[in-house]
Every structure is written in structure tokens, then in C-alpha cells.
């Protein structure tokens, strides 16, 4: 059996093993010649030994980086600065070459064109760990909700539904240009879209079995070009019935906590790298953010502290509008110095199915700001009165008969229910101080571009 190198990296004994892998370099030395081979399991290279003798030893000598290689061999202790394995091959196959043209060789190369070769980028040492970390961090996500009883739901990627209430949708159909006509019907009977979020559908769920997650893609048609957007990245999304707006900043906070714990602990190799090659300050912020409580603060208090700041910000702050990433990044990195939750937002600032409070002004809505980035999550009480519903429908243009199925959730056994959302790529842009969310996704769909 084919042993990963991160397993034999830290093996405590010697031992005959299999290894397959990508050559990352080679040098040859008189009767010699050094692999050193990574199949993606972990950061580090394994160095490979092939001498005259072994089997395959023509092939490894004319091999080049980015060759993938298949070798048996004995795990021995190295004599080598730096390492603690070194595998003495006893036969070598070389499984498919790489010709000259192969474009990741062992010099530096920047994001931007490693985003053009996106189906080797994973290859590399900084695309490797960002999506190791990735995976582990969709596993913690899981974790986290399975350990407290929450039940995962698969809401729908096509829906009639747009739950945010700004119209940049895309629509799914099987019309041709120029159709739409009467005789011509749509595939569902009716526009459709793919899901801008699953909250409207985790609420039904909700409202049944008490505390339900989505973890899936979602999809927005904004044509922004910036680093932190993509018109399809993924979201998480936990709803729960029986919970006002302190339980919802509550579990917001944990979670957030518990995904910076869990890299901490999991990722260290991973996190080494980022805070050496991309942001220095990366472990001593997110240890910051694992150890100290979050702020929090109302909305108004919030606006009060920043108009007070004497800063000259590039979009001023306008009360009742919503904060700006510049805003956020001010509360957390240089005001308070923690993480923030800023509460109580202007109701004209937010979706119609936040919970309006008692002032009739404001609603019961959360961010959650973190060094670095900003908001992170966003979330809010949702409105389970009926006829506040129906007002707020009524004042922000959403039609009661496309809507029928989430006002029937007020008509029969209404609770108080509340839940956030979270942008997957968001957090990982978080975690590894990676600044453009192209870089966090594997396949990044931006304005302008759907390659790969």
C-alpha cells in the first residue's frame, strides 16, 4: 500500500515503504541522484536517495520537475540539517513526465499568474496549504454543528426566490434568445434562479426540527471586481427556533472562535507558511481573536465612536447606512482591539424578514467583525409576527403571493427564531491572511471570467 508522505515524515521507526508523488526538484550527485518528491499530503518534501544500482535509476536521471514518480524504498534516518526521514529507494518508475514546458518550476511565482494556471496551482506550497486548510476547516465547519445537535439541510441551488432583495440573480432557463414567449414555457413554469442563500428554506426546516445548518454554493450576479467578491462561493447557514438575538450573537461568536481554535491546533504547518509568506501578523491575530471576548456594541454607539474618531475615512460614515469595510476594520483593528458585534441596525438598511424592534427604527440584526477583514458573519432575529411580516413585505416591494409557503410559517405555530450567515471563502480569507478571494476557492467565477 501507497504510504502518504505526511505519515512518513513523522514515522518513529524505520521502515520499507511506498511512496507516489510529483518530483518537485532534482540535483544529481557522481553514481546519485536526489528526488525531492511531495504527493499533497502535507507541506514538507520527501527526499529520495536513487543511486546507480536501483532499478529505474536511467529513468530518475533524466526526470523533471513536475514528473510524477512511484517509489519503494527503505525509510531511513537522515544525517541531514533540516529533516528527519530520507527514503534510500530500491526501485523507481517514473508514472508520467513533464516536459520542459511545465510551468511551476522551483522559482517564485505570483498569485496573479498562478490564478491562470488554476489546475496546477494546487501544486505549489501556497496553494497546497490553502486548500489543506480548506478541507480541514469544511470538516470543523460539520463538526461544530453535528457536536451540538444541529441538522444538516440540503436547500435547493435553484429557487424563485430572492431572499436578499437586491435583484442580481441568475437565472436559469431553457428558453433561447428572444423566447419568453406564451407558447414557449419555461422548464419550471416560471423564472428561476440559482440561490443567492439558503436561509428562507433552512427557516422552514427550522420551524420543525428546532436547529438546522447549510453548508453549499451559493450565487450572486454583482458585477464587482473586487478581491473580497465572487459571483459563486459557498455559505453557512444555521437556523434555530426558540432563539432572539442574543442567542444568535452567542453561537456567532463561538463559532468563530472554534474555527480559529481548530486551525490553531490542526494546521500549524499550514499557518507557519502563511504567516511567513503572506501576513506576519497572522498567528498572533487569530490567537488574539481565540483567547479574548468579542465586543459588542449597538449600531448607533458604533457610528457615535467613528464619527468621533477625527479619521478621514474614503466613505464617510452616514448614519443609517450600512458600515463600510474601512468602518469595520477601525472598531476591531485600532479602536477595540478585539473582535466586534455591532447590533440594532437601521431598518431601512436591512432584508425585509428581520425582526423590527420595539423602537419601530431598528432591527434586531448582527455583524460580526473581525481584524483583518471585517464582517464576517451577518445574521438577525427574524420577524415572526405575521402582520409586521406582511408591512415589511409590503414596504420593501416583495410580493405575499410568491411568498406564501415562509408567511405560512407565521400562520401556523409561529417561535421566535433566529440564525446568521457566513461566507466559507470569507473565513478562510480570514484564517490564512490571504487577501483576494480568488485565492481561497479553487475555481474562482469573478465578473469576466469562468476558465477552467
Same mark, same amino acid.
Request: contains cysteine; hydrophobic residues 40%; negative net charge.
Given at each position: 500500500?501507497? #504510504?502518504?508522505?505526511?505519515?512518513?515524515?513523522? %514515522?518513529?521507526?524505520?521502515?520499507?515503504?511506498?511512496?507516489?508523488?510529483?518530483?518537485?526538484?532534482?540535483?544529481?550527485?557522481?553514481?546519485?541522484?536526489?528526488?525531492?518528491?511531495?504527493?499533497?499530503?502535507?507541506?514538507?518534501?520527501?527526499?529520495?536517495?536513487?543511486?546507480?544500482?536501483?532499478?529505474?535509476?536511467?529513468?530518475?536521471?533524466?526526470?523533471?520537475?513536475?514528473?510524477?514518480?512511484?517509489?519503494?524504498?527503505?525509510?531511513? %534516518?537522515?544525517?541531514?540539517?533540516?529533516?528527519?526521514?530520507?527514503?534510500?529507494?530500491?526501485?523507481?518508475?517514473?508514472?508520467?513526465?513533464?516536459?520542459?514546458?511545465?510551468?511551476?518550476?522551483?522559482?517564485?511565482?505570483?498569485?496573479?499568474?498562478?490564478?491562470?494556471?488554476?489546475?496546477?496551482?494546487?501544486?505549489?506550497?501556497?496553494?497546497?496549504?490553502?486548500?489543506?486548510?480548506?478541507?480541514?476547516?469544511?470538516? %470543523?465547519?460539520?463538526?461544530?454543528?453535528?457536536?451540538?445537535?444541529?441538522?444538516?439541510?440540503?436547500?435547493?441551488?435553484? #429557487?424563485?426566490?430572492?431572499?436578499?432583495?437586491?435583484?442580481?440573480?441568475?437565472?436559469?432557463?431553457?428558453?433561447?434568445?428572444?423566447?419568453?414567449?406564451?407558447?414557449?414555457?419555461?422548464?419550471?413554469?416560471?423564472?428561476?434562479?440559482?440561490?443567492?442563500?439558503?436561509?428562507?428554506?433552512?427557516?422552514?426546516?427550522?420551524?420543525?426540527?428546532?436547529?438546522?445548518?447549510?453548508?453549499?454554493?451559493?450565487?450572486?450576479?454583482?458585477?464587482?471586481?473586487?478581491?473580497?467578491?465572487?459571483?459563486?462561493?459557498?455559505?453557512?447557514?444555521?437556523?434555530?427556533?426558540?432563539?432572539?438575538?442574543?442567542?444568535?450573537?452567542?453561537?456567532?461568536?463561538?463559532?468563530?472562535?472554534?474555527?480559529?481554535?481548530?486551525?490553531?491546533?490542526?494546521?500549524?504547518?499550514?499557518?507557519?507558511?502563511? #504567516?511567513?509568506?503572506?501576513?506576519?501578523?497572522?498567528?498572533?491575530?487569530?490567537?488574539?481573536?481565540?483567547?479574548?471576548?468579542?465586543?459588542?456594541?449597538?449600531?448607533?454607539?458604533?457610528?457615535?465612536?467613528?464619527?468621533?474618531?477625527?479619521?478621514?475615512?474614503?466613505?464617510?460614515?452616514?448614519?443609517?447606512?450600512?458600515?463600510?469595510?474601512?468602518?469595520?476594520?477601525?472598531?476591531?483593528?485600532?479602536?477595540?482591539?478585539?473582535?466586534?458585534?455591532?447590533?440594532?441596525?437601521?431598518?431601512?438598511?436591512?432584508?425585509?424578514?428581520?425582526?423590527?424592534?420595539?423602537?419601530?427604527?431598528?432591527?434586531?440584526?448582527?455583524?460580526?467583525?473581525?481584524?483583518?477583514?471585517?464582517?464576517?458573519?451577518?445574521?438577525?432575529?427574524?420577524?415572526?409576527?405575521?402582520?409586521?411580516?406582511?408591512?415589511?413585505?409590503?414596504?420593501?416591494?416583495?410580493?405575499?403571493?410568491?411568498?406564501?409557503?415562509?408567511?405560512?410559517?407565521?400562520?401556523?405555530?409561529?417561535?421566535?427564531?433566529?440564525?446568521?450567515?457566513?461566507?466559507?471563502?470569507?473565513?478562510?480569507?480570514?484564517?490564512?491572511?490571504?487577501?483576494?478571494?480568488?485565492?481561497?476557492?479553487?475555481?474562482?467565477?469573478?465578473?469576466?471570467? %469562468?476558465?477552467?
Amino acid at each position: 500500500m501507497i #504510504t502518504f508522505i505526511k505519515h512518513a515524515l513523522s %514515522a518513529s521507526a524505520e521502515a520499507d515503504i511506498e511512496i507516489a508523488g510529483w518530483i518537485r526538484s532534482r540535483r544529481d550527485a557522481k553514481d546519485f541522484s536526489f528526488l525531492e518528491v511531495n504527493d499533497g499530503s502535507c507541506l514538507r518534501n520527501l527526499q529520495v536517495i536513487v543511486d546507480q544500482e536501483v532499478p529505474g535509476y536511467e529513468q530518475a536521471l533524466h526526470a523533471t520537475t513536475g514528473s510524477s514518480v512511484r517509489v519503494t524504498g527503505r525509510l531511513l %534516518a537522515s544525517p541531514a540539517a533540516g529533516q528527519k526521514w530520507e527514503l534510500r529507494a530500491a526501485h523507481v518508475e517514473i508514472v508520467g513526465g513533464a516536459d520542459a514546458t511545465y510551468p511551476l518550476q522551483k522559482k517564485g511565482h505570483s498569485v496573479e499568474f498562478l490564478r491562470t494556471i488554476a489546475h496546477l496551482r494546487p501544486r505549489s506550497n501556497l496553494f497546497g496549504a490553502v486548500f489543506r486548510l480548506r478541507s480541514r476547516l469544511a470538516y %470543523a465547519v460539520h463538526q461544530f454543528f453535528q457536536e451540538r445537535d444541529f441538522v444538516y439541510v440540503q436547500t435547493p441551488i435553484i #429557487t424563485a426566490s430572492d431572499c436578499e432583495g437586491a435583484g442580481e440573480l441568475f437565472r436559469v432557463t431553457t428558453l433561447r434568445p428572444g423566447g419568453d414567449k406564451a407558447d414557449e414555457p419555461d422548464f419550471f413554469g416560471k423564472a428561476t434562479y440559482l440561490t443567492v442563500s439558503g436561509q428562507l428554506e433552512a427557516e422552514t426546516f427550522a420551524c420543525a426540527l428546532s436547529k438546522v445548518y447549510t453548508f453549499g454554493p451559493t450565487f450572486r450576479a454583482e458585477n464587482s471586481n473586487t478581491s473580497r467578491h465572487a459571483a459563486e462561493f459557498w455559505m453557512i447557514e444555521p437556523e434555530m427556533a426558540f432563539c432572539d438575538l442574543q442567542g444568535d450573537m452567542d453561537l456567532a461568536e463561538e463559532f468563530v472562535k472554534a474555527m480559529v481554535r481548530h486551525a490553531l491546533e490542526h494546521c500549524a504547518d499550514e499557518l507557519g507558511l502563511f #504567516t511567513k509568506f503572506v501576513d506576519k501578523g497572522l498567528i498572533e491575530r487569530l490567537s488574539l481573536v481565540a483567547e479574548r471576548p468579542f465586543q459588542r456594541l449597538a449600531y448607533a454607539d458604533a457610528v457615535a465612536i467613528l464619527n468621533a474618531s477625527g479619521r478621514s475615512f474614503e466613505y464617510p460614515v452616514t448614519d443609517g447606512q450600512s458600515l463600510q469595510s474601512e468602518h469595520e476594520r477601525f472598531l476591531t483593528e485600532e479602536h477595540f482591539r478585539v473582535p466586534v458585534t455591532v447590533f440594532d441596525y437601521p431598518m431601512q438598511a436591512k432584508p425585509f424578514y428581520m425582526r423590527v424592534n420595539d423602537d419601530g427604527r431598528t432591527v434586531a440584526a448582527m455583524d460580526v467583525l473581525v481584524p483583518g477583514i471585517g464582517e464576517i458573519i451577518g445574521g438577525s432575529q427574524r420577524e415572526e409576527r405575521l402582520s409586521v411580516l406582511q408591512d415589511n413585505m409590503r414596504s420593501h416591494g416583495v410580493s405575499e403571493e410568491d411568498y406564501w409557503w415562509y408567511l405560512d410559517l407565521r400562520r401556523f405555530g409561529t417561535v421566535p427564531h433566529a440564525g446568521f450567515g457566513l461566507g466559507f471563502e470569507r473565513l478562510l480569507m480570514f484564517l490564512t491572511g490571504v487577501s483576494n478571494i480568488r485565492d481561497v476557492i479553487p475555481f474562482a467565477r469573478t465578473p469576466g471570467n %469562468a476558465e477552467f
